[in-house]
């Protein structure tokens, strides 16, 4: 499972807004970097290669504030709208910076955002001075429904081999989230920013 836009803060309204991940493209030719470098619609990226001598250049493209890659015209025939990548975020990567575009449907306010993860959750609580949260809305009903459940089975045994029952994302709650004194507590956290 991996997210191509997760739930965080708004930094101007502080209400639930949605951060999607920017598209990016490396540029592998001189020709190509100097177009992106030009356009009104990209930011042009480095990041230091295997050795600090030899940079890598990447094109993002904010999904809501450029136009769509289909329509912006004489794009490097290397860099066609189908050879772009989505950025996301998978379950297994707990610290997380990355380029995308933020929506708020309060304030209305959409820009260019750095995200800094899992810092800005939206869905997000404190239990005993550590923080636990979900990627959405639809993963904090998970969350909530596996706290408060009795039944935390993560795997059920079979006699060819082991069967994943719950998702990667709830394998990795912390113990200290799972105890039955911690559950109420939790529980009642959860249900307040789910609105429930």
């Known amino acids: 499972m991996m997210f191509s836009s997760i ?4 930094p101007i309204c502080t209400q639930l807004a949605e951060f999607e991940f920017a598209n990016y493209i490396e540029l592998r ?3 190509d970097l100097l177009y992106f470098k030009k356009s009104k619609h990209f930011d042009v990226v480095s990041r230091e290669g295997w050795s600090k001598y030899k940079l890598y250049y990447h094109a993002i493209h904010y999904r809501g504030i450029s136009p769509h890659l289909e329509n912006i015209k004489n ?18 990567i707990t610290l997380h ?8 449907n309060i304030c209305k306010s959409i820009s260019k955002y750095e995200l800094t993860w899992p810092e ?11 923080n636990l949260w979900a990627y959405d809305r639809n993963t ?4 909530l429904n596996y ?10 045994e079979s006699s060819s081999e082991n069967y994943v029952t719950q998702d990667y994302f709830l394998r990795k709650i912390p ?9 109420n507590e939790i529980v009642k956290k959860l249900r307040k920013i789910l609105g429930l």
Not at 97 to 104: E, V
């Open 140 to 143: 904090a009903i998970q969350l």
């Open 120 to 130: 800005e959750a939206f869905f997000q609580i404190e239990y005993k001075g550590k």
């Open 7 to 10: 739930s965080i803060r708004c």
């Open 147 to 156: 706290i408060k459940s009795n039944d935390r089975s993560k795997r059920v």
């Open 75 to 92: 794009l490097p025939k290397h860099c066609a709208p189908k050879k772009w990548q989505q950025g996301v975020i998978y379950p297994n």
């Open 175 to 183: 113990e200290q989230f799972q105890t039955a004194k911690a559950r």
């Open 29 to 31: 030719h001189k020709s």
């Open 97 to 104: 910076k990355s380029l995308g575009t933020i929506r708020c």
